[in-house]
């Protein structure tokens, strides 16, 4: 399993965490999902042998969202 921040342009209230969290979550590979808003990053624990980073910023986009760039989560 691996944690992965992601920053994330475009949410601006709790529904837009939720669309964003339950598209994420529906992903293969996907363990769990916790998107923030106000600091404008979502944080995906995922199984890297099933998903990668690029298919987790592809579902942002589709989402509607910005997705600029990742970081190593803890
Ligand atoms: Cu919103």
């Known amino acids: 399993m691996r944690t992965v921040q992601i920053a994330v342009t475009g ?10 969290e339950a598209a994420l979550s529906r992903v ?3 363990r769990s999902v ?3 808003h ?3 990053s979502v944080r ?4 890297p ?15 509607g ?7 190593e989560g803890t």
């Open 11 to 20: 949410m601006s209230c709790g529904g837009c965490e939720e669309r964003l």
């Open 28 to 30: 293969e590979g996907v």
């Open 34 to 36: 916790s998107a923030d």
């Open 38 to 40: 106000q600091g404008g």
């Open 44 to 47: 995906v624990l995922f199984d």
């Open 49 to 63: 042998l099933r998903v990668d980073e690029t298919e987790l910023s592809g579902q942002i986009v589709a989402c």
């Open 65 to 71: 969202f910005e997705a600029s760039g990742t970081a």
